[in-house]
């Protein structure tokens, strides 16, 4: 391998709070250590149609607060393909990149490593999405802002629940992950968490209904990950007008909301620390890992351990969910 002279950077997949104060701790980490930096604007689509620039540390001054990613970000079909790939690594060369750091979800650290297998090339990727479903990590950049936020937002449809007495489906994002409906439900009172890893299991619907979870209340929430497993908020309202007539119920799905806002300092501080150890995992001379933490510790992560679609969620949860709304 030879020396690193210039980092490149990108944000790929799902924007995420706390993407700014990564790029911003990675820029300011690799000018201190005196590499060069380019910033590649919308990810792997502006690697492939060569959107790059010089990044100074003005380029990150008053962004550690912003939600959303000054580097944009985007989805690409055409770096699923070798052909694209090759016009993404030329265009890599030509600009001097000697290795990249990724922020993204789990399809962006795949797409890093399928590139970085190809090419022998170094990529250190940080977790950036707000569903937590990388594995490895105690938890992602982004995943606390966006709990925060539906929190927030569920705080608001409580006031309207309790009100007019009605049953309300909120659903949240997580893709095929339910830690955001899980500690949502934690963090606002909710009566139940319907989510993914589960939902093969149990009926979690009839099971919500037959434990009369309503009885000695005059309203409920419900928080549902956004998932074909699960059918959703839409979905579970729509059988529960089916089957259980008796009850009046509202759907509401938070939707973007989740994703936008400015960073927690909790996210603040995860992302200033992972983009940091990103830029020195390049030094040891470390490759094709993702910066993770455990017990507040920063580990490297493989990336195929890191995409791999297993990663526990604490099911004891759903007990004491159930248990606090007798
Ligand atoms: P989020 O979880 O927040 O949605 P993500 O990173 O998982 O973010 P994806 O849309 O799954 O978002 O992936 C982002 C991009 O990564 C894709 O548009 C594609 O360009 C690339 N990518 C994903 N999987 C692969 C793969 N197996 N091979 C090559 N590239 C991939």
Excluded at 34 to 43: L, R
Excluded at 269 to 297: C, H, K
Aim: aromatic share 6%; proline share 2%.
């Amino acid at each position: 391998m030879h020396a690193i002279n210039c980092i490149g950077i990108l944000t790929s997949g799902g924007d995420a709070p706390g993407m700014n104060a990564a790029i911003r701790a990675v820029t300011r980490t690799a000018l201190y250590n005196g590499f060069g930096v380019k910033g590649i604007y919308h990810g792997y689509r502006g690697l492939i149609n060569n959107e790059v620039e010089t990044l100074t540390t003005d380029s990150v001054s008053n962004i550690i607060q912003r939600g959303g990613t000054i580097l944009k970000t985007a989805r690409s079909k055409e770096f699923e393909t070798s052909e694209g790939r090759k016009t993404a690594f030329d265009n890599i060369q030509a600009h001097g990149i000697d290795a990249l750091v990724v922020i993204g979800g789990d399809g962006s650290l795949a797409g890093a490593r399928v590139l970085a297998a190809e090419y022998d090339f170094p990529i250190v990727g940080l977790p950036g999405t707000i569903d937590n479903d990388l594995s490895g990590t105690d938890t992602t950049i982004g995943y606390d802002t966006a709990l925060n936020t539906i929190t927030w937002a569920v705080d608001k449809i409580r006031d309207t629940a309790m009100s007019h007495e009605r049953l309300f489906f909120i659903e949240v994002m997580g893709r095929n992950a339910g830690f955001l409906a899980l500690n949502g439900a934690v963090a606002t009172g909710a009566e139940a968490a319907i989510i993914p890893e589960i939902a093969t299991e149990v009926d979690q619907l009839a099971e919500l209904i037959q434990s009369g979870f309503r009885k000695s209340k005059n309203s409920s929430i419900v928080l549902v990950a956004e998932s074909e497993v699960t059918g959703g908020a839409m979905g579970l309202a729509e059988r529960v007008k089916r089957e259980y007539p008796e009850y009046e119920v509202r759907v509401t799905i938070l939707g973007h909301i989740q994703r936008g806002g400015s960073p927690t300092a909790a996210d603040r501080i995860l992302a200033t620390r992972m983009g940091e150890a990103a830029v020195n995992a390049l030094i040891e001379g470390q490759r094709n890992v993702m910066v993770g933490i455990q017990d507040d510790r920063l580990v490297y992560v493989p990336f195929s351990k890191a995409i791999r679609d297993d990663k526990p969620i604490n099911r004891d949860l759903l007990q004491t969910i159930k248990m606090l709304s007798v």
